[in-house]
């Protein structure tokens, strides 16, 4: 068994990382455990930027196997916005019903054959001594112009899923786990850890 600090705040990406790790011979440990844990500015100007940094940084402040994610949406439409300022897209960092409610204002115009957006995901898995290793995984599908759904968090209640027909809100948590950007990047992250699980 290893440990894997999670360097999130966000209890439900935690959540959904915990549900994808079990019985993998990981052991995931949240933020929670590190109440001194540094404040790490995501001033990155691209996913990968974002969780590289925060990867490396809480790995060398914990000493543990850390995992850390940056996660958006782009909207073709608004040239790829709100992007690597998804969480604070109204200006207060994890507000999800004002990120909603911008995005809606936003695309109110938009019509209904052009509201094509992805759910973007990368991950870096870094050690303490300093190596770090990147995977992405993506979603897409399509901007409703209402909320759908009372699971997921974030935008998962605008946005829909064409193959369900359901927003990501809708659908039941192993099923979201499975399709999701967050679960495409970790399906590349499990041989890796399985393999330091293994060697450990």
């Given at each position: 068994?290893?440990?894997?600090?999670?360097?999130?705040?966000?209890?439900?990406?935690?959540?959904?990382?915990?549900?994808?790790?079990?019985?993998?011979?990981?052991?995931?440990?949240?933020?929670?455990?590190?109440?001194?844990?540094?404040?790490?500015?995501?001033d990155?100007?691209?996913?990968?930027?974002?969780?590289?940094?925060?990867?490396?940084?809480?790995?060398?402040?914990s000493?543990?196997?850390?995992?850390?994610?940056?996660?958006?949406?782009?909207?073709?439409a608004?040239?790829?916005?709100?992007?690597?300022?998804?969480?604070?897209?109204?200006?207060?960092?994890?507000?999800?019903?004002?990120?909603?409610?911008?995005?809606?204002?936003?695309?109110?115009?938009?019509?209904?054959?052009?509201?094509?957006?992805?759910?973007?995901?990368?991950?870096?898995?870094?050690?303490?001594?300093?190596?770090?290793?990147?995977?992405?995984?993506?979603?897409?599908?399509?901007?409703?112009?209402?909320?759908?759904?009372?699971?997921?968090?974030?935008?998962?209640?605008?946005?829909?899923?064409?193959?369900?027909?359901?927003?990501?809100?809708?659908?039941?948590?192993?099923?979201?786990?499975?399709?999701?950007?967050?679960?495409?990047?970790?399906?590349?992250?499990?041989?890796?850890?399985?393999?330091?699980?293994?060697?450990?």
């Open positions: 068994m290893i440990k894997l600090l999670v360097a999130t705040g966000n209890q439900g990406k935690l959540r959904e990382i915990r549900r994808l790790l079990e019985g993998s011979g990981v052991e995931v440990v949240g933020l929670d455990q590190f109440p001194e844990a540094p404040d790490v500015v995501e990155g100007d691209t996913f990968e930027a974002n969780a590289r940094k925060k990867a490396l940084e809480m790995a060398q402040f000493g543990y196997l850390t995992l850390a994610d940056d996660s958006g949406l782009t909207v073709a608004l040239h790829g916005a709100p992007g690597v300022h998804s969480a604070r897209y109204a200006g207060e960092q994890g507000n999800d019903a004002a990120n909603n409610a911008k995005l809606l204002a936003e695309m109110s115009d938009i019509a209904d054959e052009k509201r094509q957006a992805e759910f973007n995901c990368v991950m870096a898995l870094a050690v303490p001594a300093g190596d770090c290793q990147v995977f992405a995984g993506k979603v897409s599908g399509l901007i409703m112009r209402g909320e759908r759904g009372d699971g997921g968090f974030g935008y998962d209640p605008l946005f829909m899923v064409p193959e369900y027909g359901k927003t990501m809100a809708e659908l039941p948590l192993d099923i979201k786990n499975r399709i999701s950007h967050r679960g495409a990047a970790l399906k590349q992250v499990l041989p890796v850890l399985q393999q330091m699980a293994e060697q450990a």
